[in-house]
Nanobody, 127 residues
């Protein structure tokens, strides 16, 4: 059972930066059971939106609208993923979720593709 724990959310002024972390446990890499980890966000009254995803080989996919400001990466131990968020805007305010899918065959930004979810961490950007 894959478990995910997010951290790093908080309040920041517009133009600031935050780095979110997602600690992954309960998974052991095998070639036939690939893992992808994605970041999603959901603002009040809006649908959940895919932000970025990384697979266990380190390949990434970012939402076009967030490229250049948001970057997904992982630690050397591969059991922690990061979402670096720069030049934050008030419209980035949302609950941010880490999600995982096993087995993974595509780096999808669709939330329906993922079968494990963390509890989320709140990001609030003030103007």
């Amino acid at each position: 059972q894959v478990q995910l724990v997010e951290s790093g959310g908080g309040s920041v002024q517009a133009g600031g930066s935050l780095r979110l972390s997602c600690a992954v446990s309960g998974y052991t890499y095998t070639h036939s059971l690939r893992l992808c980890v994605g970041w999603f966000r959901q603002a009040p009254g809006k649908e959940r939106e895919g932000v970025a995803v990384i697979d266990d080989l380190g390949y990434t996919n970012h939402a076009d609208s967030l490229k250049g400001r948001f970057t997904i990466s992982r630690g050397n131990a591969k059991d922690i993923q990061y979402l670096e968020m720069n030049n934050l805007k008030p419209e980035d305010t949302a609950m941010y979720y880490c999600a995982a899918v096993v087995p993974c065959s595509i780096r999808s930004l669709s939330s329906s593709y993922y079968n494990y979810w963390g509890q989320g961490t709140q990001v609030t950007v003030s103007s």
